[in-house]
């Protein structure tokens, strides 16, 4: 590396550290006010902050360790070789909403990698405020990727010569002192001179400076102050808003200020003025509460702002937990809507190239949300051109609506003020949120930058909830497809079945049951089919169609499990099954049973005797294809029921079988002499209500007729 490459590492002293001495030299060529790089674990799996300058570490902790895989700028800027600039808020909204919710200020940021033709070492960040220009300046690209390259030479040096790079600590920002130029003495007296009060924060927020006027103004002693959090040490500070407000002044190095009540009555302005250095604080008495432009207004006229940082992560951490559609709009109305002052809210699905209602809560009419519905997204309304261009519109009145869409199309609603936030995941529209105020209600730009952002999440979770939903209909329509829709009626038997899935998975199994009518006789099976996928669900309707073909072709049970285990076999399948097949002649009052490694089926006699089945049996279909399923003969007098069932009903964590099936016996002795169904019912009972279910549940009752009660 030529000297003139590095300019920087001539001025360096000696034992200088090589990434804090390459961030600062970036941060100053282009005037940034905070960055931080990032190194690639060994595995290249995971970015590992290695130093941070110009903000305090903490306000990076969400960060710290990123999967290479993250939707976040620095992520996308190693995994993708590539500058990544984000101009400011709306832009970080839209695109990162996880980053924009932690951190909704204005400021814009530039993220690349530091990488070399073969290797990626890491990325890096830098920050400006925002002010800074829409587009990144040319200069400003030339030199964050020359300094980027010539930092990646520099760890590629330091890799080939086997000398560990560490995370550093971070670098002191630059900082000029008021005693250059005034004398401290003189400087402290000027101070102390001023009507008001006046005090210095770090970086870190901690109280380097106070002057008697601000100490006396409030209420604590300057030596109890300094080196202490102002949030902290005055109990009456002591709310994330006045935490926030500083975040946002260093973060976007923009002036900011705020009211707070020190009681029992008197209201204090504090106005913040940032720097790369830190905070000046001035303290003065507020003129006037009505009037001052405020961050916190007084107790019991409405919340502080819009949604803390800590109802943002709680919000973003709620949203993850929802799972179908109507759960993201519960959450939506009973979390969000509150949180940001709506009355109203509608959720909007696109299909077939025209808006649909997902869900909405608010409106006393429900005749008012059908106009959104079947929208044309090529119509002139506001819905439409959100989820068409990804822009959020905010209307403070109905005049501001009614100015930019005729009132046809605007969907009036009886309310006052809307939030029409695109909901964009994965880089495609999914829908729009549609948030109503009950009165005009002014949307200023830290509280557009939060909505964004609240889209972008709702975004997110909307996707996964119509994956799932489209998952949840399919596996039920194809479960539906492979078992009977009805069971046929049977030479004097009577039959009653139920189906539960299992809510684990897909909530399709391998679970099946079907009875078959064979000249004057009958035939019922049930089974099994390990797994809980489509291709479970697929072999076991291959397996349901081969039973009814070779029952329909005459063969003994024997035959039937034989036949069915080597076309199992013969399919390659590495799923196994088990089965009880069943040959039914009422007339005679007996029934023969073939089972391949199914739990024995249950017989309450006539008298109410409930007994479990001794059958003998086979191994499970599709292990040895050679086995052999010998047979058992049982008497089946008229009012004998017979249960047959998967292992779902009785299996569950923690429980012994025997003892589940003396359960399911005393549940069938004592339901007494009812009708099939409600016979059916009080058997699933308990694990239709269950909130969870490990395994299907598969159950299938088979009654002599002329039993009591049955017509």
């Not at 300058?53 to 993708?80: D, K, Q, S, T, Y």
């Not at 002044?249 to 106005?271: C, D, K, M, N």
């Not at 049982?634 to 009785?650: N, Q, R």
């Amino acid at each position: 590396m030529s000297d003139k490459q590095a300019p920087a590492a001539r001025r360096a002293p000696p034992g200088s550290s090589l990434m804090s001495l390459a961030l600062a030299s970036m941060m100053d060529d282009v005037h940034a006010h905070s960055g931080a790089v990032y190194l690639l674990s060994a595995d290249e799996s995971v970015l590992e902050m290695a130093v941070m300058a110009g903000l305090p570490r903490a306000f990076a902790a969400p960060w710290e360790r990123v999967g290479l895989g993250a939707p976040i700028p620095v992520a996308e800027a190693a995994r993708e070789r590539r500058l990544v600039w984000v101009s400011g808020e709306d832009d970080m909204a839209r695109r990162y909403p996880r980053v924009a919710v932690v951190l909704p200020y204005p400021f814009a940021l530039a993220a690349l990698p530091v990488a070399t033709e073969t290797k990626v070492y890491g990325a890096v960040f830098v920050t400006w405020p925002g002010s800074h220009p829409h587009e990144l300046s040319d200069r400003e690209r030339d030199h964050l990727t020359s300094a980027c390259e010539r930092l990646a030479v520099r760890l590629e040096r330091a890799a080939a010569e086997s000398r560990p790079v560490l995370p550093e600590a971070d670098p002191l920002p630059a900082s000029g002192r008021v005693a250059d130029t005034l004398g401290s003495v003189e400087a402290a007296r000027m101070v102390a001179r001023l009507p008001y009060g006046l005090c210095s924060l770090d970086l870190y927020g901690r109280i380097v400076f106070v002057n008697a006027a601000a100490a006396e103004l409030i209420g604590v002693p300057a030596g109890r102050l300094l080196g202490t959090h102002l949030w902290a040490a005055v109990p009456w500070l002591n709310d994330p808003v006045y935490e926030d407000r500083y975040r946002a002044a260093l973060i976007s190095q923009h002036s900011t200020s705020f009211v707070a009540l020190r009681p029992p009555g008197e209201w204090l302005s504090f106005r913040l003025y940032p720097s790369t250095t830190g905070l000046s604080v001035r303290v003065s008495r507020a003129r006037s509460v009505a009037t001052t432009a405020r961050t916190v207004p007084p107790p019991d006229d409405g919340p502080s702002r819009l949604v803390t940082i800590s109802q943002l992560l709680s919000l973003a951490g709620a949203l993850t937990e929802a799972v179908s559609v109507q759960d993201v709009v519960q959450l939506v109305a009973e979390e969000i809507a509150p949180a940001v002052g709506c009355q109203a809210l509608v959720v909007l699905g696109s299909r077939a190239g025209r808006l649909h209602v997902l869900g909405h809560r608010g409106y006393p009419d429900p005749h008012v949300v059908e106009r959104f519905d079947g929208t044309p997204l090529s119509a002139p309304t506001p819905g439409a051109h959100a989820l068409n261009s990804g822009v959020p519109s905010f209307f403070e009145s109905r005049a501001e609506l009614e100015r930019l869409y005729p009132v046809r199309h605007a969907t009036p609603d009886g309310f006052a003020a809307w939030a029409y936030l695109p909901l964009i995941a994965s880089g495609r529209p999914v829908g729009t949120c549609v948030l109503a105020y009950a009165e005009p209600h002014s949307f200023p730009a830290d509280e557009r930058a939060v909505l964004t952002s609240l889209g972008g999440l709702i975004a997110l979770a909307l996707e996964r909830a119509l994956l799932y939903d489209a998952k949840h209909q399919l596996a039920h329509g194809l479960q539906a497809a492979l078992l009977p829709p009805s069971l046929p009626p049977l030479p004097g038997i009577d039959t009653a079945a139920r189906y539960l899935p299992g809510t684990r998975g897909m909530d399709i199994g391998g679970d099946f049951y079907d009875v078959v009518p064979v000249e004057g006789l009958a035939a019922a099976v049930i089974g099994d089919v390990q797994g809980h996928n489509v291709t479970a669900a697929g072999l076991m309707g291959q397996i349901r169609t081969a039973i009814r073909a070779y029952t329909t072709v005459g063969q003994s049970p024997a035959e039937v499990m034989r036949s069915t285990n080597r076309l199992l076999i013969d399919l390659g399948s590495d799923l196994f099954s088990s089965c009880l097949y069943l040959r039914l002649d009422p007339g005679r009052g007996r029934a023969v049973m073939a089972r391949a490694g199914h739990p024995p089926p249950l017989l309450r006699r006539p008298d109410g005797r409930v007994r479990v089945l001794d059958l003998a049996g086979g191994p499970l279909l599709g292990i040895d294809g050679s086995a052999t399923y010998p047979t058992t003969e049982v008497d089946l007098a008229p009012g004998s029921v017979l249960v047959l069932y998967t292992d779902g009903l009785v299996e569950s964590p923690g429980v012994d079988i025997e003892d589940a099936l003396v359960e399911l016996g005393r549940r069938l002795a004592e339901a007494g002499d009812r009708p099939l169904d409600e016979l059916a019912d009080v058997l699933v009972g308990q694990e239709e209500h269950a909130e969870e279910r490990i395994d299907d549940v598969a159950l299938l009752l088979l009654r002599a007729r002329g039993a009591v009660g049955d017509v």
